[in-house]
């Protein structure tokens, strides 16, 4: 079983990926974050991991066009095993929501995003 990553090294890996991309400008605005990856408990044997990823952009001129956009890359980047090589990641998107955000110090508009990694 490959190392498993831990928030902010997915976090970066995110961003790279975003970086590495040829239109960057739709996605430099969004913000990533990760929650601690957590052990799947049932099965019992179970070797793979979950963590909840939050894509958001500023509420004030933001729209659900960049959220898709960046969802879209970052499925893409796991599927073709760029954004962490060694696991496959299933996705599954959750309702977005807008919410204040004391760390970016602006109201967001979030997608949240349940990842679920597997050891390839």
Request: charged share 30%.
């Amino acid at each position: 079983m490959p190392d498993a990553p831990d928030r902010a090294e997915l976090e970066a890996a995110i961003y790279r990926h975003f970086s590495l991309q040829p239109t960057r400008e739709t996605i430099e605005a969004v913000i990533v974050k990760v929650a601690e990856l957590e052990p799947v408990t049932w099965p019992p044997d179970s070797k793979q991991l979950r963590a909840g990823l939050f894509l958001s952009v500023p509420f004030l001129g933001g729209d659900r066009t960049k959220l898709d956009q960046a969802l879209a890359r970052v499925r893409q980047g796991f599927k073709r095993n760029e954004i962490l090589p060694g696991w496959r990641v299933e996705l599954s998107e959750e309702k977005v929501y807008s919410h204040r955000d004391d760390d970016a110090g602006a109201v967001l508009l979030t997608l949240p995003v349940l990842l679920t990694l597997t050891p390839a």
